[in-house]
C-alpha cells in the first residue's frame, strides 16, 4: 500500500460519496500517472479542511492506495514528501494470557481509560474485574437530569461519575494532539466503530460522536468486555487500597467488601477527589499539576458560521462542513495564558457539578450540533508554583473554594451566575437577557461575574475577549453570554508513575491511567493512555 498525501479537491466535487469517490480516482491517476488499469484499489485514511481561502474550501485527502507495480511507483517518486510506503497502523497485542491467573486485574473507573484498559486486557485473556462508583449509562443519565431538570444532585451519579466518564456528556470529540508513534488513536477509533460509532470517524480529521451516539457505544463496549470474560460492577466505590511493602495487594469498596489483587488500574478521572485524598492518605506519590480555570462564552452558532466560513458561508456550506468552530489563544500583558477549551459547536451549557452546593459548568455536543447556540470554555491557566499553595491537594482545594462561591454568586439552588459579555468588559452587572439566551439548565442568575473568579484571570479575560474579536468577528458580542465557573479543565494533581512500568513510582502493581492521573486529557488521549497502561498491566502479568 502507498500513503499519498496533499490530494486537494473543492468540497463542491463530494456531493455524494459516489461523486467524492469519483472525482478522488481521477485524482490519484493524474497524480501517480498510471493507467486506471493499475488502480487496485484505494481508501481515505484521513479528510481535512483547508479554508484559509473563504472563497474557496478545499477538502484534503490523505488516501492509502494500492496498484501494480507499486517498487516502480515508489522509483519514480523517490523525492516527492508526498508518496511513500503506507506504515502499518494494525493494533498487535504486546502479550496475550496463557493460563489463569490466581489473582485477576482490576481496574477502577469506567471512563475512556477505564473501558480501554479493560477491553485491551480483557482481549488479551486476562479477563479484568472493574470497579465503577457511578451506575450504568442509562441510569446515570436519568440521574443527570434530574439536576439539570429538578436542581437534584446524585454525587454518585452524575456529569462526572458514571459508565463513560465526563466524556460522555461532552461534544464527543476524537482527536488529540498527542505523539501518537504506535497508532493507537486508529484502534481506539476502530473500536468505536464496531461498537456503533459513525464510520466517517475514521478519516474525518476533527470526528466527534455526541453525547446520545456515545451512549450506545459505550454500552456495547462494556458487552465486549463481558463476552471476553471480564467482570464490570456498578455502585461500587473504592475506600481503600491494601498495600503492604510498597506492593497492592487488594482493595475495599465502601461496602465492606475486600478484592485481594496485586495489580491495580487507576483510572478515576479529574474529579474523583475523595479518592485522591485516599490515595494521598495512604503515601501514594502524589504531586500538584497545573490546570485552567473560567466561564463558558455562548455566542449564537450563525455568528460563528459566518465569522468562519466568510463568504463561502451558505446552506450548502454548512450542509457540507457542519457548524463551524473555533481555536483561540491570547498571551495577556500580566503574563496569563487565555485560550478556548472543549469548543462545542451548536451544543449546550451543562451543569457538571459532582459534589453538593458546588456549581461548575461543561460543553456538550450532540452528534447533529444543531442547537442554536455555540460555546467553549474561555480559561485561564494556573499552576501550583504561582496560584496556589505547593501541596499536592491544594488544586482541589482551590477548585471547591470557585464552585462554592459560584454556587451563592448563582442563588444557592444550582443555578449558574452568568453575565452578558458587553457588562462583563465594563464592570457593570447584568440585569436583563438580549440576543443570546443561555442554554445552561437548571437557570442561570445574571450577575456581576468580577468575583467569581481571581483578579488576574478576570483581567487577562477582559483582555483576551476583544482580540478574539480580530479573529472571530463578532466574539466580543454584548449580548453574547458568560457563564460561571469552569474548574474542571483537567486533574489538578498528578499521581506520578514510572516512564517504563508506568506503575506508582513508590507503589508496585499501582498503574495510574487516564486524565485523572494526570496523564490525559480528553477522550482520545485518555483511551490511548488506558491501552498504554493495559499493556503495561499485561506484561506484569506474563511476566514478560
Known amino acids: 500500500m502507498l500513503r499519498i498525501t496533499e490530494i486537494k479537491l473543492p468540497i463542491e466535487l463530494a456531493d455524494t460519496l459516489k461523486h467524492q469517490d469519483d472525482q478522488i480516482k481521477a485524482a490519484l491517476l493524474k497524480r501517480l500517472d498510471i493507467p486506471e488499469s493499475d488502480l487496485i484499489r484505494f481508501e481515505i485514511f484521513k479528510r481535512g479542511v483547508d479554508a484559509r481561502k473563504s472563497h474557496a474550501i478545499l477538502y484534503v485527502y490523505n488516501l492509502d492506495v494500492e496498484v501494480n507495480h507499486e517498487a516502480r511507483v515508489l522509483v519514480r517518486f523517490k523525492k516527492d514528501p508526498h508518496i511513500k510506503p503506507a506504515p502499518d497502523t494494525a493494533y498487535k497485542f504486546v502479550t496475550k494470557a496463557t493460563n489463569t491467573k490466581p489473582l485477576r486485574p482490576i481496574v477502577v473507573g469506567f471512563g475512556p481509560a477505564g473501558i480501554f484498559a479493560a477491553l485491551i486486557l480483557a482481549q488479551a485473556g486476562f479477563k479484568p474485574i472493574v ?53 493507537y488513536s486508529r484502534k481506539v477509533l476502530q473500536e468505536f466503530v464496531k461498537a456503533g460509532a459513525p464510520e466517517e470517524i475514521l478519516y474525518v480529521s476533527h470526528p466527534h ?4 451516539r456515545l451512549v450506545g457505544v459505550v454500552e456495547d463496549m462494556r458487552n465486549t468486555i463481558l463476552s471476553l470474560g471480564g467482570e464490570i460492577r456498578f455502585e461500587s466505590r473504592v475506600t481503600d487500597i491494601a498495600i503492604k511493602n510498597q506492593q497492592v495487594e487488594g482493595v475495599t469498596l465502601l461496602s465492606g467488601e475486600y478484592i485481594p489483587t496485586q495489580h491495580l488500574v487507576l483510572a478515576v478521572g479529574h474529579s474523583a477527589r475523595d479518592t485522591f485524598e485516599m490515595v494521598y492518605d495512604k503515601g501514594i506519590y502524589v504531586e500538584a499539576k497545573p490546570f485552567s480555570i473560567g466561564f463558558r462564552i455562548e455566542h449564537p452558532q450563525s455568528l460563528i458560521d459566518r465569522a468562519r466560513y466568510g463568504k463561502s458561508y451558505s446552506d450548502d456550506i454548512l450542509k457540507k462542513l457542519g457548524a463551524a468552530d473555533y481555536r483561540l489563544v491570547h498571551h495577556a500583558q500580566n503574563g496569563r495564558s487565555v485560550y478556548s477549551f472543549c469548543m462545542c459547536p451548536g451544543g449546550t451549557v451543562v451543569a457538571a457539578a459532582s459534589e453538593p452546593n458546588r456549581v461548575v459548568t461543561n460543553g456538550m455536543s450532540q452528534y447533529s450540533r444543531n442547537e442554536r447556540n455555540a460555546n467553549a470554555g474561555i480559561v485561564v491557566g494556573i ?26 454568586l448563582g442563588g444557592a439552588d444550582y443555578s449558574a451566575p452568568g453575565q452578558l459579555i458587553g457588562d462583563f468588559l465594563a464592570n457593570r452587572p447584568s440585569t436583563k437577557f438580549g440576543e443570546v439566551m443561555p442554554s445552561y439548565t437548571p437557570g442561570v442568575h445574571l450577575t456581576n461575574l468580577d468575583t467569581a473568579l481571581p483578579e488576574f484571570a478576570i483581567s487577562a479575560m477582559r483582555e483576551a475577549i476583544p482580540a478574539f474579536a480580530k479573529q472571530v468577528v463578532g466574539f466580543d458580542l454584548a449580548d453574547g453570554v458568560l457563564t460561571g465557573v469552569e474548574t474542571r479543565t483537567s486533574s489538578p494533581i498528578r499521581i506520578k508513575r514510572d516512564d517504563d512500568s508506568l506503575q506508582s513510582i513508590n507503589t508496585k502493581g499501582l498503574f495510574p491511567c487516564g486524565e485523572g492521573a494526570g496523564y490525559a486529557g480528553g477522550i482520545l488521549s485518555a483511551a490511548v493512555d488506558g491501552i498504554k497502561v493495559a499493556e503495561a498491566v499485561s506484561i506484569s502479568l506474563s511476566g514478560v
Not at 452524575?158 to 461534544?171: P, R
Not at 496560584?387 to 451563592?408: M, T
Open 131 to 183: 470497579l465503577e462508583r457511578g451506575k450504568e449509562v442509562r441510569k446515570r443519565t436519568q440521574d443527570t437530569w434530574g439536576l439539570w431538570r429538578k436542581r437534584e444532585l446524585n454525587p454518585e451519579s452524575n456529569v462526572q461519575f458514571g459508565e463513560g466518564g465526563a466524556g460522555t456528556f461532552s461534544d464527543g470529540k476524537l482527536y488529540s494532539q498527542i505523539k501518537d508513534t504506535k497508532h
Open 383 to 408: 499552576t501550583p508554583e504561582v496560584d496556589y499553595p505547593d501541596h499536592p491537594l491544594a488544586g482541589v482545594a482551590f477548585q471547591r473554594q470557585l464552585e462554592s462561591h459560584a454556587f451563592v
Open 209 to 212: 460522536i455526541g453525547t446520545f
